[in-house]
């Protein structure tokens, strides 16, 4: 079964409003891992978090990671329409070799 | 450096036949994942390669496999196409399996069963 969860499936914003992807595992991750991909592109790597509680940014983007390594989330605030694409999140399990990504949350900004 | 390759970019094959997509991994990366996307169930993890070993394997039928050569490139291979194996194939490369793995990933092959 689907080994980590993603949440919304779809979002649509208004652009300069913010937006949040939510990352769920039911097991415990050894790191996680954000991914972007624009329509009929391919994914690009944004970010890795390893560490629980860990907190990243990337000019408008945040990344956080959770206290028990089960969930994550990435906040854009102020959306563009350059920030239109599928985010993915993909977790590696602690004890698995191999990435787990979630289903990806798209991304529409309306101007 | 040149990124992920993959070819053929686009292809399309009918019901029973047999493909073969490949992938040159950026240069100095030795390990190389396949990964099917669809509408419907997103990223799936097909293997991974390391140093012309499978490493790890996710759950698909026996007509998925692959394999890489001493010069890192990998080739996966699909017989027996149904219609579901519709998909776009992604391949990724990273410098070595481990817990820190950037994954580059190529532009994938389009791949069309009808």
């Known amino acids: 079964g689907q080994q980590v969860m993603q949440i919304p499936q779809y979002q649509h914003v208004q652009e300069g409003e913010d937006f949040t992807t939510y990352c769920n595992s039911s097991?415990?991750?050894?790191?996680i891992q954000w991914y972007k991909q624009r329509p009929g592109g391919h994914p690009v790597f944004l970010i890795q978090?390893?560490?629980?509680?860990e907190v990243k940014k990337q000019k408008r983007l945040t990344f956080q990671f959770g206290e028990a390594k089960k969930n994550s989330s990435l906040h854009i605030t102020a959306t563009q329409t350059t920030d239109v694409g599928t985010y993915f999140c993909a977790g590696r399990i602690a004890g698995a070799n191999n990435l787990f990504f979630g289903t990806g949350t798209r991304l529409t900004v309306i101007p | 450096k040149a990124g992920v390759t993959q070819t053929p970019r686009y292809l399309i094959k009918t019901r029973g036949q047999q493909v073969t997509l490949s992938c040159s991994p950026i240069?100095?990366?030795?390990?190389v994942s396949w990964y099917q996307q669809t509408p419907g169930q997103g990223l799936q993890f097909l293997f991974e390669?390391?140093?012309?070993?499978?490493?790890n394997k996710g759950n698909f039928p026996g007509r998925f496999s692959g394999r890489q050569f001493s010069n890192s490139r990998s080739e996966m291979n699909v017989s027996t196409l149904e219609l579901g194996d519709s998909a776009l194939y992604l391949c990724?490369?990273?410098?070595?399996?481990?817990?820190?793995?950037?994954?580059?990933f190529g532009p994938g092959t389009r791949l069309t069963v009808l």
């Open positions: 390669y390391f140093s012309e070993t499978q490493r």
């Open positions: 978090l390893v560490k629980s509680g």
């Open positions: 990724a490369s990273t410098v070595s399996p481990g817990h820190i793995d950037t994954q580059y």
């Open positions: 097991t415990t991750l050894s790191n």
């Open positions: 240069s100095g990366h030795r390990s």
